[in-house]
Nanobody, 129 residues
Framework: QVHLVESGGGLVQAGGSLRLSCAASGRTFSSYNIGWFRQAPGKEREFVAAISWSGGRIYYVDSVKGRFFISRDNAKNTVYLQMNSLKPEDTAVYYC??????????????????????WGQGTQVTVSS
């Protein structure tokens, strides 16, 4: 089992940057794939980015490609989401999630929240125009 805690959210002007952190407890963190999702008011939760347990595979939703960058430091049990060139439409609560199911597949896609077993409490990101 793994416990996740997000941090790093806040208020930033459009064009600014934030770095979110997802800190995990548990000695087997390095075996978990990690995903970032976000949920804006009145909208469904959507996939943002994912990184495989080894860091060898990385995925992004098209709307953040070239602006957001996901990385992990297994020695620190932490996954990061560097968010640059932020836009007002990036405003949302951001959640990290962990999956211990091995390689992502069509039956267990990285972009579907049902793939993930553990979730953090979320951190608010607000981008002002």
């Amino acid at each position: 089992q793994v416990h996740l805690v997000e941090s790093g959210g806040g208020l930033v002007q459009a064009g600014g940057s934030l770095r979110l952190s997802c800190a995990a407890s548990g000695r087997t963190f390095s075996s978990y794939n990690i995903g970032w999702f976000r949920q804006a008011p009145g909208k469904e939760r959507e996939f943002v980015a994912a990184i495989s347990w080894s860091g060898g595979r990385i995925y992004y939703v098209d709307s953040v490609k070239g602006r957001f960058f996901i990385s992990r430091d297994n020695a620190k049990n932490t996954v990061y989401l560097q968010m640059n060139s932020l836009k007002p439409e990036d405003t949302a609560v951001y959640y990290c999630a962990a999956d211990n199911g091995g390689t992502y597949t069509s039956a267990r896609p990285y972009s579907t929240d049902k793939t993930y077993d553990y979730w953090g409490q979320g951190t608010q990101v607000t981008v002002s125009s």
